[in-house]
């Protein structure tokens, strides 16, 4: 059996740019993709912690150590500079890989700098 699980997290990271003309796509910073181990192309799921809007687009590269992160296309409409997002990414695992799974988890300031990277959420207490 096929499980889908977060694979990693950039979570509340700041939305830098929004371009409707660019093609389509979420441009993050190349040190952030490799920090989460998110590849180039690969689904992600967006969420925006202003207005509630969640969508699906692709990863691509923005230059390393820039802080850029870029909603493209026709997401640009979901997304603005300054908005609170997180970005999720997804991947099916088999039962024998859940043995092993821990999620990547990285975690970010208002100014896009990592503040540190955990595998695991903590339990939310009541």
Known sequence: MQVTML???LHRCVVTHSELEYE????????FLELAGI???QQIEIYNLRN??????YAIRAQKGSGIISVNGAAAHKASPGDRVIICAYAHYNEAELAAYKPTLVYFDANNT??????AIPVQAA
């Open 24 to 31: 389509g796509s979420c441009a993050i910073d190349s040190a």
């Open 7 to 9: 694979q990693a997290k």
């Open 52 to 57: 509630g809007e969640r969508f699906t687009t």
């Open 114 to 119: 990592v503040t540190g990277s955990r595998h």
């Open 39 to 41: 590849r180039e192309y």
